[in-house]
């Protein structure tokens, strides 16, 4: 089933139905009156129903002005966004990357200072929601400034005897801790660094996307990734999720700019290794990722993206360098991952969820057969309170809804590249973000948020392909209305079972 071609570069303002190729412009109809609608008509009449199911544990007005203003942001402004981008002056690729930077930058900004205030105000600190894991990289990184300051770089033997983590947690505390040293300790200015590091990731996927898809689908993924309300959350707290999704999405689009380039050298990949070894330091399994998506792309590629050539080039340089700059600690962490994998440990992690203090009495029947189908889409929104100790999902509950709409579209692309045959075209991103989903799938934590984090930008950017090709049939008009009837149904479902399984509904 042929996907649709490539048409010329240079027509301006191309109709709704223009086929999707890699020299197009975005057209204002890419973002349709009918996603908005729906979309909006799905959340509000979930979050009402809920709200009226369960009025004893409902949002907080506050949490649910949260999630208002996330689904009006992303679709509402999005669209003008959308209809601004396509006009004369924004049409260049650079004048378009200058706009969705400061679109990004702006609302990360605006985000950030609200939080931070918030936070101040009612926590008498800035750390908030989910502030074990906050104060300790606060605490880390406050240790690594103090070892800069007396010239003491033994990062890991001085650490290990602060901490009982292993390397892989290491990475964001140390660069916190430099940060500190520049700044005297200030927390602020790690936060506005987030806004930065999460706006320059827009513009990788931007030139990810436009490399793979072209202009039309570069640009949506763009908007989508600029307007996501979640990754404002994370530009607000004290986490190292921003940098990890940064240097994630920095590894993928600087290989795929290698793997398709006419001239190489060896030497080529030496950076690419080397952010790889970065993120190793911030989480393994993401790192151990990242290298085997490398190494299958590179073999697995379509002979038109790489060629034989480069792929000997590729996989040697890449394991020699892997031997030296990770070694025996990725080997290890594989062996680990699979031990895990064909363990029971998953199901003991949900025994005990369900066993303990506000635990959720259905979440031992939870598993890799449960996650697997749903782990394009989960976690659903949490539109209801039934304990205090929620709040970062409570507030994030409009943002987890855009992804669970968007997750159709993304759905669906891998839907049409496997029919079309041409998913080895994409076969960095789409095994990097497969790998890490199975990954996630067989871990403790598939169905946390944070942990979905490093392949959303990913989702969202197959989303934007989707959604262009679905726009080219009206038929597929009237399967994303029964995506979204079924996204209500999942986010009624999904409330009651946290009620449900704690015995109160």
């Known amino acids: 089933m042929p996907l649709p071609q490539p048409i010329p570069q240079g027509k301006a303002f191309l109709p709704q139905r223009m086929p999707v190729g890699r020299r197009q412009v975005l057209s204002p109809g890419i973002f349709p009156k009918w996603l908005t609608r729906d979309a909006l008509v799905t959340y509000f009449m979930a979050l009402a129903v809920v709200t009226f199911m369960y009025s004893s544990y409902s949002l907080p007005w506050y949490y649910m002005l949260s999630g208002t203003v996330s689904v009006l942001v992303f679709f509402l402004y999005g669209a003008k966004v959308v209809q601004d981008t396509a006009i004369d002056r924004i049409r260049k690729p650079k004048n378009f990357e200058k706009r969705i930077f400061l679109i990004a930058f702006v609302s990360r900004l605006i985000w950030m200072i609200l ?136 590894f993928v689009e600087q290989t795929d700019q290698m793997l398709r380039s006419r001239q190489f050298t060896t030497w080529k990949i030496i950076p690419v290794l080397l952010i790889a070894a970065a993120i190793f330091t911030i989480r393994t399994s993401l790192a151990l990722v990242a290298i085997l998506s490398l190494l299958f792309s590179a073999v697995m590629s379509s002979t ?38 064909q363990s029971d440990k998953q199901e003991h992690s949900m025994e005990w969820r369900s066993k303990r203090e506000h635990g959720n009495a259905f979440a031992k029947y939870a598993g890799k057969s449960v996650f697997a189908p749903l782990i394009f889409t989960i976690p659903f ?97 009237r399967w994303y209305m029964y995506w979204c009837a079924l996204m209500f149904v999942a986010a009624i479902a999904w409330n009651w079972f946290k009620l449900a399984g704690r015995g109160l509904a």
């Open 115 to 250: 939080i931070y205030t918030i936070f101040m105000q009612t926590n008498g600190d800035s750390f908030g929601f989910e502030n074990g894991d906050a104060v300790y990289y606060d605490e880390l990184g406050q240790f690594v400034a103090k070892l800069i300051g007396n010239g003491d770089f033994h990062f890991y033997d001085r650490i290990s005897k602060f901490s009982t983590d292993e390397i892989s947690d290491m990475g964001y505390g140390i660069y916190v801790g430099f940060v500190y040293w520049l700044t005297g300790d200030s927390i602020f200015v790690v936060r506005l660094l987030k806004c930065v590091w999460s706006s320059i990731t827009i513009i990788l996927l931007y030139r990810l996307a436009k490399r793979n898809f072209g202009e039309q689908t570069a640009r949506l993924a763009a908007i989508f990734c600029a307007l996501w309300p979640n990754f404002w959350y994370y530009c607000g707290v004290h986490l190292k999720e921003t940098e990890m999704v940064f240097l994630t999405v920095l």
């Open 381 to 477: 929104p949490t539109m209801v309170r039934p304990f205090d100790g929620q709040e970062a999902q409570q507030l994030n509950n409009g943002g987890n809804f855009v992804k669970n709409i968007l997750s159709g579209f993304t759905i669906f692309a891998m839907v049409m590249l496997l029919l079309s045959g041409r998913w080895r075209e994409h076969l960095l991103p789409l095994s990097f973000m497969l790998g890490y989903l199975v990954v996630l799938t067989m871990s403790n934590f598939a169905q946390s948020e944070r942990f979905h984090q490093p392949v959303v930008p990913f989702e969202l950017m197959f989303a934007a392909y989707g959604l262009s090709i679905a726009l080219l049939q009206k038929r597929y008009k």
């Open 304 to 341: 038109r993206v790489v060629s034989w050539g480069k792929r000997i080039a590729v996989g040697v340089s890449a394991i020699l360098l892997i031997g030296i700059v990770a070694g025996g600690r990725i080997e290890k962490q594989a062996y680990e991952l699979l031990e895990e994998a």
